[in-house]
């Protein structure tokens, strides 16, 4: 059984369909898929500037790792209001998760590695990922203020939207350990960083076409994170690989924030484009995105974004040196060589395309677009196959005239 099985894949997706604050007025459709992402981005933040104060602090494989476990949690129990989960949590919470846990057993015990005993873990016992946990909930509740301060200043006048603001703004103040969060509730560089993040939810995939569920690029970002980190698993990569590849994918997207989404097919329409597009992300990066985070990350995030579908390597500070995946699986699979695997984000982010494709398709809401989209993608990927990552089968599996399992 692979780890890119389809019914974890399809539960991924099904946070996109989770609407939040469904029960307040708001201008836009807040989803749980956005929500998720722009908190991993905001956990990176935080997780940095706590190795910053004591370098090799975060063990960045479970925080990475429980990030994906809280939200799987979060879809299987819906969108409950936060009082009434915290209710149960507190109440019940073992026999929660365990419910959850049985809930995800066959699509966590298809993952390669021991990842269904790690999920175990995190929800059961109270000391695995002590600090990591930590970072995760800070980021939640500030991926939540953030969604939280566009209601408010559409419509302060609700009654018990005070009392909502109060009840964060205290689950914030208790996470005042972690550096990183006072650093963003001062709302200077860092807090920038944050915010342009956070509006790449308001640049929606496939814009030409409708689509069900539509899905942001933030959100995007964080499912082709997932599947890569799926991926690296069913390759059985180093732990380093994992956290890089995940890392690499979570930022792919990071400059359409300066940029908006520039399709595949423009990219490859006249000779030479798609190499100005890349100089122009790179000089905007580092005029406008880079400024606003600490010197001393600027050149991870630049590893993580520049040739962001080349497999490469970095020994030291040498500069990054391409390789092939035969190479990384058989000579570079080692955290000493800090590797990303491009090519396999690359797959990824075709395998993401496909698949918000084809569900839509599958719900009946199609359109030309959509359907160029599944077949050109379908003839690159019919038999496609790195090392032992069989993504034939993936894309096969959700084809839209596929059989249904």
Not at 48 to 70: C, M, Q
Not at 79 to 87: L, M, N, R, S, T
Not at 312 to 319: G, K
Not at 341 to 356: K, S
Request: charged share 25%; with cysteine.
């Amino acid at each position: 059984m692979s780890s890119l099985h389809r019914g974890l894949i399809e539960l991924v997706y099904d946070a996109g369909s989770i609407r939040r604050w469904n029960d307040q007025v708001n201008p836009m459709d807040f989803t749980e898929l956005d929500k998720q992402a722009h908190k991993m981005i905001i956990a990176y933040v935080l997780a940095k500037v706590e190795e910053d104060v004591s370098p090799g602090s975060v063990d960045w494989a479970k925080l990475l790792e429980g990030g994906i476990f809280e939200m799987l949690h979060r879809i299987i129990l819906t969108d409950i209001k936060p009082p009434v989960f915290h209710k149960m949590m507190q109440e019940k919470g073992t026999e929660l998760n365990q419910w959850v846990c049985e809930r995800l057993r066959e699509e966590a015990g298809a993952v390669k590695g021991g990842f269904q005993e790690r999920m175990r873990r995190h929800f059961f016992e109270s000391d695995y990922a002590r600090r990591e946990k930590r970072i995760l909930k800070g980021a939640h509740y500030l991926a939540t203020q953030w969604e939280f301060n566009i209601l408010y200043r559409m419509c302060p006048f609700i009654r018990g939207i005070e009392q909502i603001k109060q009840e964060i703004e205290d689950q914030i103040e208790d996470h005042f350990d972690l550096l990183g969060v006072q650093k963003i509730a001062l709302g200077r560089k860092t807090a920038g960083f944050v915010d342009l993040c956070g509006q790449l939810r308001f640049q929606k995939r496939w814009s030409q076409s409708p689509r069900i569920p539509p899905t942001s690029v933030l959100g995007h970002m964080l499912v082709v994170a997932i599947l890569t980190y799926l991926s690296l698993c069913e390759a059985e990569a180093c732990e380093q690989r994992k956290v890089n590849g995940f890392l690499a994918a979570l930022f792919h997207d990071l400059p359409e924030v300066l940029t908006r989404d520039i399709t595949s097919p423009i990219k490859g329409a006249i000779e030479g484009l798609d190499e100005i597009i890349k100089d122009y992300e790179r000089i905007q990066m580092e005029e406008k995105l880079l400024p606003l985070l600490p010197a001393a990350w600027h050149q991870e995030l630049s590893y993580y974004t520049d040739a962001e579908f080349t497999n490469r390597i970095r020994c030291e500070n040498q500069p990054a040196q391409p390789i092939s995946f035969a190479d990384m699986c058989s000579k570079y699979n080692d955290a000493r060589y800090f590797p990303i695997d491009g090519e396999v984000i690359r797959c990824c982010d075709h395998l993401a395309a496909f698949v918000e494709a084809s569900i839509s398709i599958r719900h009946g809401i199609t359109s030309r677009h959509l359907q160029e989209g599944v077949e050109r993608l379908m003839n690159i990927y019919q038999n496609k196959t790195l090392g032992s990552i069989n993504y034939g089968l993936v894309f096969q599996a959700f084809a839209p005239d596929g059989k249904q399992e």
